[in-house]
């Protein structure tokens, strides 16, 4: 089984937004979507590296920012393949 690695990640601060590339079979016909996860990375008490999906109110402006260019970026991407057929 292959492991899915991320297409893209767009960043602003702490938070990011990951998109993925997805592919499901249905009957014989195999199906491509994508999917965006966001989080944002924070420091624990111990100085280690932690990420969360919980964002905190100063964070949404930079959670529209990172989900719009991942928006922008899969939109872009589908039309460019559609245009190479």
């Not at 089984?1 to 195999?30: C, D, H, I, Y």
């Not at 420091?43 to 590296?49: A, F, I, S």
């Amino acid at each position: 089984m292959e492991k899915n690695v991320p297409l893209k990640k767009f960043r602003a601060g702490p938070v990011s937004a990951t998109v993925w590339e997805n592919k499901t079979k249905e009957g014989k016909e195999q199906t491509t979507y994508s999917t965006i996860s966001i989080e944002r990375s924070y420091m624990d008490k111990d100085g280690k590296w932690q990420s969360t999906n919980s964002m905190r109110v100063n964070d949404l402006p930079k959670v529209a920012l990172v989900t719009n260019k991942a928006y922008e970026f899969v939109l872009t991407q589908k039309h460019d393949v559609e245009a190479a057929a």
